[in-house]
């Protein structure tokens, strides 16, 4: 039997992506599950047809040096590039690339739900609706606050802090159009709209008028509950008049991100409990965008491989 450390990693957004990379690569043996269909998390790219939007998070910045290091690797290597100036990077072809290369060669179980994990005998073991995954010596969480600390209640098991962790919803709605909208990003700093991004104006995309307009963190959580068509209804000639064009839409679908961005982070890089071999990351602990959940990823599994004695 093999003597490495393996490494069961819950979610497979950024921080799982960053964790993951970052123990496989100090020779732990690593697993990713996700219930998503796809890798990337709220870096997510929606298809209908031949046409793609990302319509989770929109764009990456560096604030450190280890993402900004990262982000000039990816753009070295074309799975990043600039798009709307001021420091903004794109993953191309589309917003999953970046979480796609940190786990290339890695082994992802996409559509799993897992329920609850169990130790027993100094193993954790994962179920889920397909069976039990495991024995695993540690396991890494990195959803959404709320959601680690639904699956450690549902497990009867505790991580300090995680429950302090907030975050504020955001509907986004995409949409295709025969009206020909102009520019890359549009903020328009006051109303429902909090930004409106053309994608074709992204590099690597086809040309085309495609949007994701994302409403400000208020107007979301006041038509929290709404139907798709009333975001829908409400938005679009909103968003018209921002871009000062008659649409046409061809198509538009809403999509709700109940947990989209941080409003109140932990401030802690990531949380690990040694005892139990057991940790969470995430975007909620540092702040509210990509660059917080590479780096609170990337911390856990230091965290881990200092707690090996490894060294970080
Ligand atoms: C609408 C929107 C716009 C944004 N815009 C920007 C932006 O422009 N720039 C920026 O930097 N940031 C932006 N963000 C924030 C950014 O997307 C996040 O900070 C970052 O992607 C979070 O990564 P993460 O790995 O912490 O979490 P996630 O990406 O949420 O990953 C968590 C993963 O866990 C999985 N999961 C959850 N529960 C389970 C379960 N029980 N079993 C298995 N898997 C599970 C999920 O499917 C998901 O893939 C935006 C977010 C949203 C929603």
């Known amino acids: 039997m093999s003597d490495r450390l393996r490494v069961a990693i819950l979610g497979a957004g950024m921080a799982g992506a960053a964790a993951a990379r970052r123990?496989?690569?100090?020779?732990?043996?690593?697993?990713?599950?996700?219930?998503?269909?796809?890798?990337?998390?709220?870096?997510?790219?929606?298809?209908?047809?031949?046409?793609?939007?990302?319509?989770?998070?929109?764009?990456?910045?560096?604030?450190?040096?280890?993402?900004?290091?990262?982000?000039?690797?990816?753009?070295?290597?074309?799975?990043?590039?600039?798009?709307?100036?001021?420091?903004?990077?794109?993953?191309?072809?589309?917003?999953?690339?970046?979480?796609?290369?940190?786990?290339?060669?890695?082994?992802?179980?996409?559509?799993?739900?897992?329920?609850?994990?169990r130790r027993i005998d100094l193993g954790w073991h994962l179920d889920a609706a397909d069976g039990v995954h495991g024995p695993f010596d540690t396991v890494v969480i990195t959803f959404p606050a709320p959601q680690v600390t639904a699956l450690l209640d549902a497990s009867g098991y505790a991580l300090p802090g995680v429950e302090r962790a907030t975050y504020a919803p955001c509907w986004s709605v995409l949409v295709a159009a025969e009206g020909a909208a102009t520019g890359a990003l549009v903020k328009p700093g006051a109303g429902p709209i909090g930004l409106i991004a053309l994608d074709g104006s992204k590099p690597g995309r086809p040309p085309g008028t495609r949007l994701t307009i994302h409403a400000t963190a208020d107007w979301s959580r006041d038509h929290l509950e709404e139907p798709r068509e009333a975001i829908i209804a409400a938005l679009l000639p909103v968003a018209e008049r921002h871009l000062g064009v008659a649409l046409r839409p061809t198509y538009a679908e809403a999509h709700r991100w109940r947990y989209a961005q941080v409003d109140r982070p932990l401030d802690r890089s990531a949380v690990y409990d040694p005892a139990l071999r057991l940790g969470a990351a995430g975007d909620w602990c540092l702040g509210a965008r990509i660059e917080a959940a590479y780096d609170s990823g990337s911390a856990l599994a230091g965290a881990i491989l200092a707690n090996l004695g490894g060294g970080p």
């Open 23 to 117: 123990l496989a690569d100090a020779g732990s043996l690593v697993s990713v599950f996700d219930k998503g269909r796809s890798v990337g998390g709220r870096m997510a790219t929606r298809r209908h047809g031949t046409m793609r939007f990302d319509h989770g998070a929109q764009f990456m910045r560096a604030h450190g040096d280890a993402f900004a290091a990262q982000l000039l690797e990816w753009e070295r290597r074309g799975i990043a590039a600039a798009w709307a100036g001021e420091g903004r990077r794109v993953g191309v072809p589309d917003m999953t690339a970046p979480v796609r290369d940190l786990l290339a060669g890695l082994p992802v179980t996409s559509g799993i739900t897992v329920a609850r994990i």
